[in-house]
């Protein structure tokens, strides 16, 4: 004998937005949905009853998460973090000796390419070099490390010392930029002596 009354639990879609999905490992959109325990009668929903709590259902795969999987940061904006943080440090080490060969420039262009960030151009390197405020260097550096992982912000500084390098002479003022970065990213003091270490002033 078939019940018509009983207790069913549903979701109802409460926001929506793009997230990275953990099944399929790229941005996706989102719904944002509201767990509920429902009174069912003759299999339609009639009494509301105790919340059950939010989840996570992507759009894409169907699969549910909890709902602190929207607090980590997309493909997107990781992306986005690191071509600031890149096009910052790289401004600042350009101009530390206040010329530019066309050298440091190809390096710069490799450095992003490297990175993926191949669709930045000689024009937006020019664009940087002649307008970028990078005063707040330190803050684009914390704000991309908090989103990469420890080889990543390695990653970071040893292509701040391979441009530091590229006009033939890695001065104090770049060592202390380029530790700078690796501070502000939340690198260990003893890894970036380490890294810097490996580096010869004058070079």
């Given at each position: 004998m078939l019940n018509f009354w009983g207790r069913r639990t549903r979701g109802a879609q409460v926001g929506d937005g793009t997230f990275t999905c953990p099944e399929e490992g790229g941005d996706r959109p989102y719904r944002l949905m509201l767990a509920r325990r429902w009174f069912y009668v003759a299999f339609v929903p009639v009494v509301p009853m105790d919340v059950l709590g939010e989840y996570v259902e992507c759009a894409s795969c169907g699969e549910p998460f909890e709902r602190s999987v929207l607090d980590l940061p997309t493909t997107t904006?990781?992306?986005?973090?690191?071509r600031t943080v890149l096009r910052h440090a790289m401004v600042a080490i350009i101009r530390a000796d206040e010329r530019v060969t066309n050298h440091e420039r190809h390096v710069a262009l490799d450095i992003m390419a490297n990175f993926g960030l191949d669709d930045y151009a000689l024009i937006d390197l020019e664009r940087d070099l002649a307008a970028l405020e990078v005063e707040d260097l330190?803050?684009?550096?914390?704000?991309a490390g908090s989103m990469l992982t420890a080889t990543g912000q390695e990653r970071v500084v040893r292509a701040c010392i391979q441009l530091a390098a590229a006009d033939g002479a890695v001065s104090q003022v770049d060592l202390d930029l380029i530790a700078t970065v690796g501070r502000s990213m939340g690198m260990l003091p003893a890894r970036i002596k380490a890294m810097l270490d490996e580096v010869e002033p004058g070079y």
């Open positions: 904006e990781q992306r986005d973090a690191l330190d803050g684009k550096a914390a704000m």
